[in-house]
């Protein structure tokens, strides 16, 4: 059974795909997106090249066109250890924070 693959990008993000995601996607929308062509298809899964450290502009076209057009299995995912802070002071000021992203089980 697939597990996930992860690969760090030169901007500290970390590409993490949901391979089980994968499996059943038609339309391999992150191999296509992807403007440094650091994603293919093997076997019908992405594979990540091993140059993605050097080669990758984090532009997120990936994760954006997997999002929109696959199965959502691609996500990238930057250290931002003040964010969740941050998140909750604006909520003890009044300010209604709308939108968060979800962790992935480990």
């Not at 690969?7 to 059943?24: M, N």
């Not at 994603?39 to 090249?49: A, C, D, M, R, T």
């Amino acid at each position: 059974m697939p597990g996930r693959l992860q690969a760090e990008t030169p901007g500290k993000g970390v590409i993490s795909i949901d391979l089980e995601k994968c499996e059943g996607c038609e339309s391999k929308a992150c191999a296509g997106s992807c403007p440094s062509k650091l994603f293919e298809i093997v076997e019908g899964l992405p594979k990540i090249s091993d140059h993605v450290k050097k080669a990758c502009t984090d532009c997120l076209a990936c994760e954006l066109s997997c999002q929109a057009e696959g199965n959502g299995g691609l996500r990238i995912v930057y250290p931002m250890p003040d964010f969740d802070e941050y998140l909750k002071e604006l909520e003890r000021e009044g300010i209604l924070v709308a939108w968060r992203r979800k962790e992935w089980p480990s």
